[in-house]
């Protein structure tokens, strides 16, 4: 059982399949129990809630190491630890792929969740966590290479910046939302949710050398990974007031 004090429960889940989501010879188990935990308490968090608990469905093969599930847990309660959140329960069972599925609640603290649709003109676009970060990573691990490791650890274990998501709300933030799918498609997501249009100039962000460098070396525009690389980062549209 978990706590509502507000009666209001936000929910997210999300799924990881093993080969499309992370490899096993990249990533350890406990590597995809904080990423698993991680993006997913990351969703409650862009809602402008408090993670609280997290659940998790696991699918496993008959012929993968009993140690391995373990491990993802220890990655899962680690992470949850982080966020102020806690494990409360789940399932697994048997099948030919890992697949591993976590829905995770939030409490809003007698706040209204900041959703996709209040965007207003005149809104500012903010940003917060790491953009591209991960999606270099990705770069680097797919060439065989274990560095430079920030990027590949960023990659691995995403580390979500938690509290940004209810500081924004409490400081007026009007939408807002995780830039799961690249921060051009999710502001998308918002200007199509809220009818405005959002004016993005790439040339106010700024890209690490150590990407640049990256992008050189795999024949890659860095700027490519910072507007559609993965999650854990957040976008939101303050409040013009703040």
């Not at 140690?67 to 806690?86: F, I, K, N």
């Not at 998501?165 to 933030?173: I, Q």
Request: some cysteine; aromatic content about 4%; charged content about 20%.
């Amino acid at each position: 059982m978990v706590s509502a004090p507000d009666r209001r429960v936000v929910a997210s889940t999300d799924i990881l399949l093993e080969g499309r989501h992370f490899r096993r010879d990249w990533s350890t188990a406990y590597d995809v129990g904080r990423k698993a935990a991680a993006q997913n308490l990351a969703d409650i968090a862009a809602m402008g809630a408090v993670p609280t608990a997290l659940l998790l469905g696991l699918v496993v093969p008959a012929e993968l190491p009993v140690t391995w599930p373990s491990e993802l847990m220890d990655g899962l309660r680690d992470e949850c630890q982080v966020a102020g959140a806690a494990v409360v329960g789940g399932d697994v069972v048997r099948g030919d792929t890992i697949m591993v599925s976590i829905t995770a609640l939030g409490d809003l603290r007698n706040q209204e969740p900041v959703i996709r649709s209040g965007a207003q003109p005149g809104d500012l676009v903010a940003v917060t966590g790491w953009l591209g970060w991960s999606a270099a990573g990705h770069a680097v691990l797919s060439r065989g290479f274990r560095s430079p490791r920030a990027f590949v650890e960023a990659h691995r274990r995403p580390e979500p910046p938690y509290h940004a998501g209810p500081a924004a709300a409490g400081l007026g933030a009007t939408a807002m939302c995780d830039v799961s799918d690249g921060l051009i498609a999710d502001l998308g997501h918002i200007a199509e949710a809220s009818k405005v249009r959002i004016d993005v100039r790439s040339g106010a962000i700024d890209i690490p050398s150590q990407m640049n460098d990256i992008g050189q070396a795999v024949g890659v525009d860095p700027m490519q990974w910072v507007l559609t690389g993965e999650r854990t980062t957040r976008s939101w549209r303050p409040s013009r007031r703040t």
